[in-house]
């Protein structure tokens, strides 16, 4: 019975996308769009389970078989997916009953919940889907929709940000689009399984044409998922977006594209002929060259979330920099790196946005004795900032570790130093804000404890996720045997 | 301003061709979403010739007539419950095509008449209903600057 639960998350996201405009209340919107995630989350939990015990499975989606008719594939790394997309945009939602307000005008509130469930739904497709095609489908779903949440908010500079990021990610769906019109054309399928099957028959003679879709599909999906050189759009539209929208960008969207990603590696092409090209070092390169120039960016950033957003380009380089190692343990550590920075970033955005909201400060030089003012908000920053920057019994330190393993594992130990390099450099932007935030004589003067703090039911749903930082840092030795027994499903 | 200076200038001739060519045009419409199954066309195409007649008549007959009661809202709303209905009876079709359900389906009919096609005909409809939707707020958004 489970294996029609991701079918019908997707179904219940875009029907109730389109039930929230049929009503005018903002109430029936908030009940709608988190009833819709409520009933996800639970149902790519029981997906899991079932999963978890019986293994991988394909789902017809339809009445028409595998070469003409679209598939699900389900492994446990899209039923882990499922069930951190939905925790996370669940968190997320929680946190907009409270803060959405601020951001947006009473009209456009349920335009925003509406646009939420579109884009989880879409990219809830993206992971699930076995269908090249159908892939692309959601991919200019969710790129409307993410476009869609950061231009909710009616402000120049958002329309700006917008513009911006919707030029940049169609030219990444338009490369997309190129590289599986070039497989059709080789292979004539569509469905992953099967391209895989010709491929590998026909490889000999059209190597470079494979060499040609696999960099069209490496561009494509890495202008979208901030791969660092591509990344110029990243950080306009995560700082003008509101807080909500920024950390579903920031912990969901990123990462859709990049399992994406992984599975046209592992199950389109299939590592026989991606280990012969060079592609994998190229992004290896890249992601080492994100983890360190995204973290020296955002040293130089003057805005909180601006900083922030650049960290972002840095931790997406750590999972760029797992796959392009092109081991088992590299590819589970980049998954772990996946759950890490979901969980951490959205943390981080909200507590920042949340700063924003009371405060109106956007400069860090400006945030000096926060931490007297807003302590609580304070100390969910500093859990997440400390995790980023690898500190033991945090969800950054095990991503971390595994990194360390997986470079050494693969025989690559002057890789080390990226890994570590990066790790200082999180520090050397992350510390002084909160150094600066909870200590220094004259910084703290003059500030009223707690002036300025949100009662405390409203910080529940960032606590939630810092509740999951703290848990995979100190057990995060589950989640990583339960990637590791996932992978070998996504060959 | 210039839209406005514009409707001041409507002609009798175009008044006239317009009065006679809308009905026409929307019953053609109409016709190609209700035989999308049978013949080319279908739900995008009626869809588009239909926003076109509504787009026509905005243009011809300006915004103190019928056109007038389509508010943003009121669209939006019929847009909507398309959608709706269209998500429901796919979401119905796929669900039950891929758990191998033998369940009730709308019967086929005998092919080539009007009411056959099964799920096609209600679909088309819907997407009749939104691609004209689609194409008449995207006109008014551009040619008045708000919807």
């Keep these: 019975m489970y294996n029609s639960y991701p079918l019908i998350i997707i179904l219940v996201l875009f029907i109730s996308a389109f039930a929230i405009p049929l009503f005018k209340s903002i109430k029936m919107a908030r009940i709608i769009g988190i009833s819709a995630a409520g009933i996800s989350l639970v149902l790519s939990i029981l997906t899991l389970i079932g999963v978890k015990a019986n293994g991988a499975y394909y789902f017809r989606v339809g009445h028409f078989d595998a070469p003409w008719g679209i598939e699900f594939h389900i492994g446990i790394i899209e039923g882990l997916m499922g069930v951190l997309f939905m925790t996370v945009s669940m968190a997320v939602l929680w946190f907009s009953i409270y803060s959405i307000d601020h951001d947006l005008s009473k009209k456009k509130v349920p335009l925003f919940y509406t646009l939420v469930n579109l ?35 009616d402000k120049k500079e958002n329309i ?20 599986i019109a070039l497989v059709y054309s080789l292979t004539g399928h569509l469905n992953m399984a099967h391209i895989h099957e010709a491929l590998v028959s026909i490889y000999p003679e059209h190597s470079r044409n494979m060499l040609i879709a696999i960099g069209l599909f490496t561009v494509g999906l890495g202008v979208k998922s901030a791969m660092f050189p591509l990344h110029t759009w990243l950080p306009d539209a995560h700082t003008y977006a509101p807080a909500s929208s920024s950390a579903l960008l920031s912990a969901l969207v990123l990462k859709a594209y990049v399992i994406l990603y992984i599975k046209i590696i592992h199950r389109v092409f299939g590592m026989s002929i991606v280990g012969d090209l060079p592609v994998l070092n190229i992004v290896l390169l890249l992601g080492a060259v994100g983890m360190i120039a995204g973290s020296v960016l955002a040293i130089l950033q003057k805005n909180l979330k601006r900083m922030v957003a650049y960290s972002s380009v840095a931790q997406m380089g750590y999972v760029f920099f797992g796959i392009g190692l092109g081991t088992t343990m590299g590819l589970a550590a980049a998954i772990f790196q996946i759950f890490n920075h979901a969980f951490t970033k959205s943390a981080l955005f909200l507590s920042a946005g949340s700063i924003l909201e009371k405060t109106g400060k956007k400069n860090i030089s400006d945030l000096k004795g926060i931490g007297k003012e807003m302590p609580f908000t304070m100390a969910i920053f500093t859990i997440g900032g400390m995790s980023l920057v690898g500190i033991p019994l945090l969800s950054g330190f095990n991503s971390k570790w595994n990194f360390a393993v997986a470079v050494i594992e693969a025989h690559r130990v002057e890789l080390l130093a990226v890994v570590l390099i990066s790790s200082l450099l999180n520090a050397l932007y992350y510390f002084p804000v909160i150094i600066n935030g909870y200590f220094g004589e004259e910084s703290l003067e003059g500030k009223v404890y707690r002036n300025t703090e949100r009662p405390l039911k409203e910080l529940l749903p960032i606590i939630v996720l810092v509740l999951g930082v703290i848990y995979f840092g100190v057990s995060g030795g589950g989640l990583l045997s339960l990637i590791e027994a996932g992978i070998p499903a996504l060959n | 301003m210039n839209n406005i200076q514009r409707e001041a200038e ?47 008549h905005r243009l011809i007959f300006g915004w ?10 009121r669209v939006m709303k019929w847009m909507c419950a398309s959608l709706l209905i269209y998500g429901a009876l796919k979401g119905y079709s796929f669900l039950t095509g891929g758990m191998h359900w033998e369940v009730w389906d709308i019967p086929l009919g005998t092919p080539g008449k009007l009411l056959s096609g099964g799920f096609i005909l209600p679909l088309n409809i819907a997407v009749g209903i939104i691609v004209s939707i689609t194409v008449y707020v995207f006109f008014k958004l551009f040619y008045e600057g708000t919807i």
């Design chain 1, 119 to 153: 884009l989880v739904g879409s990219l809830l497709g993206i992971v699930f889907s076995d269908d090249l095609f159908n892939c692309f489908v959601f991919i200019e779903i969710s790129s409307i929709a993410s476009c869609g949440i950061v231009v909710v908010k």
């Design chain 2, 64 to 73: 103190d007539n019928l056109i007038s009661r389509l508010t943003y809202e």
């Design chain 2, 10 to 56: 409507r002609s009798d001739i175009l008044t006239e061709v317009g009065k006679l060519i809308i009905p026409f045009i929307q019953v053609f419409a109409v016709y190609v979403i209700f035989n999308g199954h049978l013949s080319p066309g279908g739900g995008f195409a009626g869809g588009t010739i239909l926003g076109a007649s509504m787009i026509l």
């Design chain 1, 160 to 179: 700006k940000a917008a513009l911006k990021y919707l030029i940049l990610s169609s030219l990444g769906s338009g490369l997309v689009l190129m590289g």
